[in-house]
């Protein structure tokens, strides 16, 4: 292997030391075994262009798997970048990148009593997140505010994801993203609805009402009790 590849062995084992968890089964949360990935390599069609990285690769679900961390979703990543084509060495890189993330998600969602099947999900959906540019401060800020348990997980995953797309779509600041994400946390909405605050917001800011105007209401009025319901009709007597 080369001694770049034994060099970031060594930083993850480092970096995710901490978040190694005896009583977490990392072969059965994942799915996924070692021994599987390494079968999959020597029968899959389809991973015989990706034979020079084979070892770097095993190497990565070792380390990843010493730390506690599920296979599964990593092994996800590795099939859907070669279904995508992407080049080998590009692919092992971004596979080593995503176990790093799954190390600190692993962390964020230790304290929650989750099913194997809700952290794996979990796990995906919060790679997701990171990868787009969301920190693991902000996730662990909502996670914080959030309910127990794997609702108050998804809670706070949902209202960064609808917070995510406001940022990209309409340039909303990062602080004042965070806090709105706080305070739908917080909010009486149920989270399947989170999603509509971007129609919302789309219409204020076709009415020419900056970003900061909008997110600032949206806060108060979250922070005053109103529900869905009465949503609208306090964004329109707080900013006509």
């Known amino acids: ?29 994942g799915g996924t075994s070692a021994s599987a990935l390494s079968e999959w390599f020597d029968v899959a069609p389809e991973a015989r262009a990706y034979v020079a990285v084979r070892e770097r690769v095993l190497t990565t679900a070792q380390a990843v798997l010493a730390t506690g961390v599920p296979l599964g979703p990593l092994f996800e990543r590795l099939k859907e970048g070669v279904s995508k084509r992407i080049p080998p060495e590009r692919l092992a890189a971004a596979l080593e990148e995503e176990a790093v993330r799954l190390g600190v998600l692993v962390q964020l969602l230790m304290p929650r009593k989750l099913s194997d099947g809700a952290r794996a999900s979990l796990l995906s959906e919060g790679s997701i997140l990171l990868r787009a540019g969301t920190s693991s ?20 995953f949902a209202a960064e994801s609808t917070l995510l797309g406001l940022r990209v779509r309409h ?70």
Do not use: Y
């Not at 401060?137 to 706070?156: C, F, K, M, T, Y």
């Not at 602080?175 to 706080?182: D, G, I």
């Open 1 to 29: 292997m080369r001694r770049a590849g034994r060099a970031w062995v060594l930083v993850l084992a480092t970096a995710l030391s901490f978040v190694a968890a005896p009583h977490l089964h990392a072969e059965a949360l």
């Open 137 to 156: 401060s902000a996730l662990a800020a909502s996670l914080d505010v959030a309910g127990p348990g794997e609702e108050g997980a998804r809670r706070a």
């Open 171 to 240: 340039g909303l600041d990062a602080a004042l993203s965070q806090e709105l994400a706080l305070a739908l946390v917080r909010s009486s909405m149920r989270r399947e609805r989170f999603s509509s605050l971007q129609g919302l917001f789309a219409q204020w800011r076709a009415r020419g009402q900056s970003s900061e105007r909008i997110a600032r209401a949206m806060i108060d009025i979250f922070e005053s009790g109103v529900a869905l319901a009465g949503l609208e009709r306090e964004l329109e007597r707080r900013l006509r």
